[in-house]
């Protein structure tokens, strides 16, 4: 049995698509069981094995549409700058280096290329540029020898892309693209496809799929339907990963999906199992299949993260401290926190709160807490490794107005913290457990100021009712059903009932 998981592409900042996926191939690592990780979108700015490394793919995991037809292995770049020299053949007349840029001319040819290095203290070349008599001609791209080369010709005094050639070890075309602006024909020996979609469709058809092995979309734009066309006996699950459905425009009568999800809830029949990361979402979903369509679907909860242990601390934490740890973006709604422990801060004078992450809205929070002269008390700790920095704090809060799981919270209980947040799905239902180990706070986009009170409040009553530990108890207790070995468990039961492993 394989278990391919499709997705379209991976950068360096990768989403949390990404990362789920990630957790998901350490999980079934654990089970032994075979996994690979297809990835469909053109790269060539960076060679992909350097983003699936450095977010924790292995090579051997990795499948990416454009060299699955080549010989090449997934396999970081090696290719040098004595190699692109010894490709030319002849001497340069002249070389200038400018950080991680190396031009090399060739006076007597009336060329000069250009070589994009790893960075300025390398010899490895990610891609050459060519520009002979002015004119950009080619572009080649390398991993441990040429990848792929594209050829411009000039058009309206600008290069124009009209062909892509993708290699094999031993240089030879295994195939091209011809290139007529948005328009792209697929070349194969004994093959011309029309559309990316017949592209896709022909590379499932080669992974011949079988009646044991499993097929998990994490992302279906412009590759859904080739993957249920041609899935043959293979299973096939979707994963949810955000809102699957828009509250505002769903009524008795109709629902209103996430555009990412419309066309697998149109053709569940095509569909083996869905994945949700929260049984909040994962019952609502069934109710909502059940109201709108009479149909019941098969979900299972298999959450996204998960913890390999419980943080305890032998020191004492550091009395009357807060934490949160988040992007700093709009939506996580930090200055309203800012304001509520302001607040607080007159009923409890030895408060202070330190916010983790990195994001836009750093200037306007650093100007809320200077605003409030909370600079004391307040502390922006940018982004860090939290794993051992939760369990120095006595309490998390959070003001995101949504969470489809929230990592973060779950990391914040597994090292014994209380949360406040407001009752939004799903994240905050799912590990906030009211008056046990945490608070959760109406939610009124009218009347923001009554949820930062709440917050201050619910803070002071903690402190107050002294409740830290008991809620800390529940917090870890809480926690372990996210233990990685559980998690494991939960793979095991999906594929043993989907495919009877």
Known sequence: MTIYNFNLGIGWASSGVEYAQVYRAKNFRAINQDAKFIFTDLILGENIAHFTQKIGFKNSEVIWLYTYFTDLKISETTYTIDDVENSIGIKP?????????????YKENDMFLTAYLKDENSNIVNRVEYVSRGMLIRKDYFTYTRMCSEYYTPKNNAAHLYQRKFFNEDGSVAYEEIIDGDNIVYKFPDKIMYSKYEFIKYFVEKLNFTKNDVVIIDRSTGQAQAILENKKDAKVGVVIHAEHFSENSTDDNNILWNNYYEYQFNYSDY????????????NLLEEQFRKYYNKNIVVYTVPVGSIE????TEEKRKPYSLITASRLASEKHIDWLIQAVVDAKQKLPNLTFDIYGSGGEQGKLVDKISENNAED???LRGHKDLTDIYKNYEMYITASTSEGFGLTLLEAIGSGLPIIGFDVRYGNQTFITPDENGYLIEYDQENIRSGIEAITNKIISIYENNSLDEFRENSYKNAKKF?????EKQWLKLLNEVVGI
């Open 93 to 105: 007349s002249n070389v200038e280096k400018n950080g991680s840029i190396i031009r090399l001319y």
């Open 271 to 282: 569909i083996d199992f869905f994945i949700t990361a929260t049984d909040a979402q994962k």
């Open 309 to 312: 242990n419980l943080q305890y």
């Open 377 to 379: 008390y307040i502390k």
């Open 483 to 487: 233990l990685t070995k559980e998690v």
